[in-house]
């Protein structure tokens, strides 16, 4: 099954940086996916992707896709401590019943 | 509007003990999953249910069994744990739907003696 995998494993940011996590696959996909969370708690759906998409934007988290790589990439503008937490990138392939593969995780600690 | 409620929250189980893990959605989802989150390996699927009636194993099913109680209820069980069980199980839903996100309850971790 296809497996998403971020790059780098953890960073550490002072607020008001920018955050970038990359992720890479292996199979072709239908969409990629970004989901935070927080400790302790489920993952929260960020952003979604399609296959077709080089960019999308939302607040200040901003996507891209190259699907020609096979990677993506997540950036987080103007951080704030409370965008401290763990990052994961997940696909869904074709046909697949939405279900997702998901990656390893970032760890992102934004200091005040 | 709970979303995805997954009880309990926490237990302890001994060795050989069996368990259920419930998870319930408000939201008319079809789609249901359980996932396991160990550290360092992300998250794993181990059983998924496309729509009520229906549920096809993951990548990690041995060990565990599902049941799809109707479209709102979906239940993980544990028939007789074993310390590699140890981990955070998560539920989530989504629409059938392509492109779409799935939801997430905020987990039960289990820890096996």
């Known amino acids: 099954s296809q497996q998403g995998e971020e790059d780098p494993q953890a960073l550490s940011i002072q607020e008001g940086e920018n955050a970038t996590m990359n992720c890479s696959y292996k199979t072709s996909i239908n969409n990629l996916q970004w989901y935070r969370q927080n400790s302790g708690r489920g993952l929260v759906h960020l952003i979604l992707?399609?296959?077709?998409?080089r960019e999308k934007h939302s607040g200040r988290l901003r996507v891209t896709l190259d699907t020609s790589k096979k990677s993506s990439s997540l950036l987080i503008t103007a951080s704030r401590a409370a965008d401290t937490a763990s990052y994961f990138c997940a696909t869904a392939a074709f046909y697949g019943n939405n279900r997702l593969a998901f990656g390893k995780g970032n760890q992102v600690v934004v200091i005040p | 509007n709970a979303g995805v409620t997954q009880t309990p929250k926490f237990q302890v189980l001994k060795t050989g003990q069996s368990m259920t893990l419930q998870c319930a959605q408000d939201m008319n989802h079809n789609s249901m999953y359980w996932y396991r989150q160990d550290p360092g390996m992300g998250l794993r699927l181990i059983y998924y249910s496309a729509s009520e009636g229906t549920t096809d194993k993951g990548e990690v099913p041995n060990g565990y069994n599902v049941s799809r109680l109707n479209k709102r209820e979906f239940s993980l069980r544990l028939e007789s744990a074993a310390p590699s069980q140890t981990s955070v199980y998560f539920c989530a839903s989504s629409d059938t739907l392509s492109n779409q996100p799935q939801h997430f309850g905020d987990g039960t971790r289990l820890s096996i003696l």
């Open positions: 992707i399609r296959s077709n998409e």
